[in-house]
Every structure is written in C-alpha cells, then in structure tokens.
C-alpha cells in the first residue's frame, strides 16, 4: 500500500491491489516489490525450523497446515502472520524473534500481510457496508464485469493473472450466498451503473445481476442518484466492517494504494458519511425500480 500520510491517526496498511483479489484487488505486483523482507522473516523460519530438528513437512503437521504453505512462508512468497509467528515462537523456542521480524518489517513490505488480514476480516464480518463510485463492488460483480475491470488496470495484467484475479474475486461472493450471510448494505453511484465497462452485453448482465441482488433479504443496495446538489462521498470509495466481537474497520482505497483503519476516529467518521450517504441514495425500493428502468433501457 502507498505509504502516506493520513488525516486520521489510524492502524495503515498500505498495499496496490489485491492479495489476489479485493478491492482494486492485492495483485502480485505488490508481492514481488516486497518480497526482500518476506524473504528475510522465511530465512529465519527455515532456520529455527532445521535447529530445531523438524522438515517442513513435520512443522506444518503440528500446525495443522500444508507443508507447502511453510514452503512457501520459507521462500519469501507467503507472508507470515502474526498470529501464526507467536505460535511458531513457542513451539521452536525462538525467544519472539519470528514475532519481532514480523512486526518491525518496513510498513512497504507489510502489504501482502495486511491483505490477508483485510479478506480474514471480511469473510467473518458480521456486517457490510459498501460505498462504490467507480465501478460496481467486487462482491456484486458477474464474472465478466470482473474481467472488464481487471482489463482495464494501467500498467496491464497479463492474461493469466486477469484469470486468477477473477476466480479469486468469485470466490468472495460466497460470503453473500451463506445460509446466514453477514447483513450487507451497498451504497453505489449511478454513473457505475450507466457505464458500458466490457460491452453491452457485460452491462446488462452486471445490471441483472444487481437486481437480484437487490431481491435477496439482508442485502441492501441504493443508488446515489446523478444531479444531487450534495454529496457526502467525494473523497473516494471506502468500506465498513463489524467483525464477531463488534470491532468496526474501515479500508479505502487511492490510485495508489489502500488502508486498513482500526482507529475508532477514523471509523467513525467514515461511519458518518456511510450514515449520510444513505439518507442521499435512493431508497432500496427506488433502487429496484431504477435497476428495471435501466434494464428496459439496455
């Protein structure tokens, strides 16, 4: 994530994209530019690991998880939560110095950590709350629409990656289509919504998709219609979260980057302007019927 500075005292993450797959989405980009210090922390593990007497194979049979996933821990490609860095440390007797690394990387090498943090959060969140202005939430995308936006990143992605980008972001959608799905709000500008990304088409497909969306209990979606003489969202895009134990989160993203926001201030003041912006959308019965007007219209 871009490193900035913030007008909230917040917990930042920065990343440029997806861990495969959020919101502008954590692309592998980000992975390779900060993969010296991930390296480092996997040397260490690798180390520890052989002192102590286990293969990679063993260590990870304590732990419950594949010996690929230490591999790849080892090697710099996967990043080592923190969570899972304080166990380690136990287990190895390496006196905290797995925890150590990992907390005092450089905040430019923290990115493909703190996007796994943000979609481990996202799929336990016990609540949504989605403001869109550029292009239609991830978790509402159809597969095509998805590929649209992904072809239309400047530098671009090869066509391999679009295609991991796209079942990464598909594989979201689960979180909606639980048996009991977190209570969603969306919140979506209605220029994305007249916007042809990918072809007529992938528009009208996009535009059915929402509608039944817009069906479905528990989930909200409003449009913030064109022409208003106020609007409580011009700073960007961003999203709220409520996670099982009540913490609220925030993450927004820039053109350059991204921020995990766990300070109450800044929480609630985005939680505000949430509050606000729905009062300036339609509501979701004028929502549907617009959705069938511009569905007429295609």
């Not at 907390?103 to 481990?120: F, G, I, K």
């Not at 095509?144 to 594989?171: C, K, N, Q, W």
């Not at 022409?227 to 895009?237: C, F, I, M, N, V």
């Amino acid at each position: 994530m871009e490193q900035s500075a913030h007008p909230y005292s917040l917990l930042v993450r920065v990343r440029d994209g997806e861990r495969t797959a959020l919101v502008g989405e954590f692309s592998r980009m980000s992975t390779r530019r900060n993969a010296s210090a991930m390296k480092m922390v996997g040397a260490l593990l690798a180390l520890y690991r052989q002192a102590a007497g286990y293969t990679q194979r063993s260590l990870g049979e304590h732990f419950c998880i594949s010996e690929q996933q230490i591999a790849s821990i080892e090697q710099g490609r996967r990043p080592l939560k923190p969570d899972l860095a304080e166990q380690l440390d136990a287990f190895l007797c390496t006196k905290g110095a797995l925890s150590v690394a990992v907390s005092r990387m450089p905040e430019v090498d923290l990115v493909p950590l703190w996007a796994e943090e943000y979609l481990d959060r996202e799929r336990e969140a016990i609540a949504i709350s989605v403001y869109a202005n550029a292009a239609v939430p991830g978790q509402l995308q159809s597969e095509r629409y998805a590929r649209a936006v992904f072809r239309s990143r400047v530098p671009v992605f090869d066509e391999d990656e679009i295609e991991h980008l796209v079942a990464t972001r598909m594989g979201r959608q689960e979180i909606l289509q639980r048996k009991v799905p977190p209570t969603t709000s969306f919140v979506i500008w209605e220029a994305v919504l007249r916007d042809h990304l990918g072809g007529l088409d992938v528009h009208v497909e996009q535009l059915r998709k929402l509608r039944t969306y817009a069906d479905v209990p528990g989930i909200a979606i409003q449009v913030l219609p064109l022409g208003r003489t106020s609007h409580a969202g011009l700073d960007g895009p961003f999203v709220l979260l409520e996670t099982p134990d009540h913490q609220r989160l925030a993450y927004m993203e820039t053109q350059r980057g991204s921020q995990l926001i766990a300070d109450p201030d800044g929480v609630g003041i985005l939680t505000l302007k949430y509050a606000m912006l729905r009062t300036q959308a339609l509501n979701t019965e004028d929502t549907r019927d617009l959705l069938d007007r511009l569905l007429g219209e295609a």
